[in-house]
């Protein structure tokens, strides 16, 4: 029986926005990912989770809300329920402790040019490939020295790889949502199941 092939997605989600579900659905069909899951972040090392803004807990609350029941797409609590900085090395070495699976790590093409500073970048290739999206105003494709002659034109299911998905088409960020959600609008970015949550409990008015 082949190992599953999973598509692993961390960010804050703060709050979760249409541009992280295409992403979702873009590299389910792109890599024939059996499942793709959702990583929020306990406490981000290279951008903090605003003071006020929705803790942990809330935030995969907010996040379990835009993913349907019963699909390939799943929440991955790790890092909140472990706690302190998130290093994506620290979770690839949790995950591939606990199962055995293709791993592929999504990310945009903005983050390509800070991956070797990451924590350990050598080891996550050991453990996963990359999948990056092209994101606006980041459409270039040079690839730091770590990652030269990684790139595929299909993921093999393997760790080390590097493949290009297609872009999502949508040019959402996180702080700009918030800013908006903090003069009272309703962002149109924002799927209507959470924005409910968010008027609901009462978040970043």
Known sequence: MKPMRVGLLGGTFN???FGHLKLAEIALEE?????VRFIPTASPPHKPVPPGDPDGAARIRLLGTALAAGSPFLVEPLEVLRGGTSFTVDTLEALSAREACGWIWLMGSDQLAGFPAWRRPGRILELASLAVAPRPGCPGRDLPEILAGRARARWSG???ELVWLSGTGLDL?????REELGRGENPDG???QVMAAILRERRYR
């Open 158 to 160: 393997g760790p080390g």
């Open 190 to 192: 924002i799927p209507p």
């Open 173 to 177: 960020a996180s702080t700009e949502l």
């Open 31 to 35: 890599l024939g990912l059996d499942q």
């Open 15 to 17: 709050p979760p926005h």
